[in-house]
């Protein structure tokens, strides 16, 4: 294709789907999220070859426009597409276009949607201790006046916060755009998605004191049950200023 004449997405997989070297489609981005398309959603779509072969289907390699994105790779690299990466999340739910391998692609993409248990372990106790970290310095600036600093701080806690909560439930935190939809239908266990969002919307957006504290006790409930109460207690007597008053 010329381009002055980009294939577009239905034709491109027409293609794909008669040449024996594609083992797999796949479709991430809004397009695999119901309700998340709109008139300027394009297609992301990853096309995953057998190891070793050969196809014609590589002139398209690097595809960009308005329509159409392709990622053309191998299936080894499709394996290890996001793991880690930024791209885990995409393809965690990601839809499936095409399977060639029995459930072979269903089987990867459902590995990148679940941590393994020990590298979940270690990631939530990371992200806690950079969740406390910035939770201390936002109530700290605040305490001392300085409020634009205790903003900035309060929405990098909530960066870190979301990395915890989803690692403790051993999954990929969402990009920005589907944290909502992530929770309407896969909520957190034992979180109240409703009361989660509110005190994500109002500590990033105001940086309210008050409500950090009030949803840092029951972080720190959670954090205990799951074993991390470790990292909490190096903090000493520092959990007192994050602590409600």
Not at 97 to 118: C, Y
Not at 164 to 173: K, T
Not at 199 to 212: E, F, K, P, Y
Request: glycine share 8%.
């Amino acid at each position: 294709m010329t381009a002055q004449q980009p294939i577009t997405y239905d034709a491109f997989v027409e293609l794909a789907a008669t040449d024996s070297a594609v083992v797999g489609l796949v479709l991430k981005g809004s397009r695999a999220h119901e309700g998340m398309t709109t008139e300027y959603s394009d297609h992301d779509l990853y096309v995953v070859l057998a190891d070793g072969a050969t196809t014609a289907l590589t002139r398209f390699a690097g595809h960009r426009t308005p329509e159409l994105d392709l990622v053309i790779l191998s299936l080894d690299e499709f394996r290890a597409a996001g793991m880690p990466g930024f791209q885990r999340y995409a393809l965690a739910r990601a839809r499936i276009v095409l399977d060639r391998l029995d459930g072979g692609i269903a089987q990867i993409l459902a590995g990148k949607a679940r941590f393994d248990a020990g590298d979940a372990f270690r990631e939530a106790g990371e992200w806690l201790d950079a969740y406390a970290n910035s939770l201390y310095r936002s109530v700290k600036n605040d305490r001392d006046g300085h409020a634009l600093a205790a903003r900035l701080d309060a929405a990098d806690s909530i960066r870190f916060l979301l990395e915890l909560l989803f690692a403790l439930d051993r999954r990929p935190r969402p990009y920005n755009k589907y944290l909502e939809w992530e929770l309407a239908r896969f909520p957190l266990p034992g979180w109240d998605t409703g009361m989660l969002l509110d005190a994500v919307d109002l500590i990033s957006g105001m940086g309210d004191v008050s409500t950090q504290r009030r949803l840092f006790t029951q972080v720190e409930a959670v954090a205990r049950r799951a074993g991390h109460g470790a990292v909490l207690d190096a903090w000493g007597e520092d959990l007192d200023l994050m602590r409600p008053q």
